[in-house]
């Protein structure tokens, strides 16, 4: 059975970090992401990371502070979220899908995590 367990979440204040896991178990895949969605609104692509690591993709907010990275030893994949912004308040989820070319579409990924609530404060 496939599963993605989000972790890391947590209340900072602006200017903060915090770091975001995602364990995944029942299969690898080559493709992992990490979405968010704020109250009243969809679902928003955060980044993106392929198998070997050596491509990512990023949502233009989160360029310069946000880091993908991936572990296939552990099948973990995390995001280090560096001077957080209260803008980027969501409850962020951990995506996958066994395919090779990076995606931002959410009905790309099959496979999802249930959150970890992420709520940064002025």
């Known amino acids: 059975q496939v599963q993605l367990v989000e972790s890391g979440g947590g209340l900072v204040q602006a200017g903060g970090s915090l770091r975001l896991s995602c364990a995944a178990s029942?299969?690898?895949?080559?493709?992992l992401g990490w979405f968010r969605q704020a109250p009243g609104k969809e679902r928003e692509f955060v980044a993106a990371i392929s198998w070997s690591g050596g491509n990512t993709d990023y949502t233009d907010s989160v360029k310069g502070r946000f880091t993908i990275s991936r572990d296939n030893a552990k099948n973990t994949v995390d995001l280090q979220m560096n001077s957080l912004k209260p803008e980027d308040t969501a409850a962020y989820y951990c995506?996958?899908?066994?395919?090779?070319?990076?995606?931002?579409?959410?009905?790309?990924?099959?496979?999802w995590g249930q959150g970890t609530q992420v709520t940064v404060s002025q």
């Open positions: 995506a996958a899908a066994p395919s090779y070319y990076l995606s931002r579409e959410t009905s790309e990924y099959v496979y």
């Open positions: 029942g299969r690898t895949f080559s493709r």
